[in-house]
């Protein structure tokens, strides 16, 4: 299967990865990166099917407690629309994906 972060995902992606080298230390970064690591895997093995998100065609799953990844699958291919930081406003990340 095929991977494809969207624009928005990748910087999503390094926004996160700034905030992590900031706040905390390389290790926090290294371990979020391990924890998106088994997420796409367990995505990628098919063996579970997560919730939707919201009433939008995107599935989610959490990555750690302050992180949850929006994805979908299409063609033999794992979409990864955005990685959001929990603590942000449900109503524009919601938004931000009703305007995909």
């Not at 969207?6 to 290294?30: C, G, H, P, Q």
């Not at 994805?71 to 979409?79: F, G, W």
């Amino acid at each position: 299967m095929q991977i494809k972060y969207s624009e928005t995902a990748f910087r999503d992606l390094e926004a996160i990865e700034n905030f992590l080298l900031y706040k905390w230390n390389e290790t926090v970064l290294m371990n979020f990166g391990v924890a998106l690591e088994n997420c796409i895997r367990t995505i990628i093995e098919g063996v579970v099917v997560f919730q939707k998100y919201e009433d939008t065609p995107y599935h989610k799953i959490l990555i750690t407690r302050h992180n949850t990844l929006i994805y979908r699958i299409e063609n033999d291919t794992l979409h990864i629309v955005r990685i959001l930081q929990n603590f942000q406003n449900p109503d524009d990340n919601y938004e931000s994906l009703t305007d995909e």
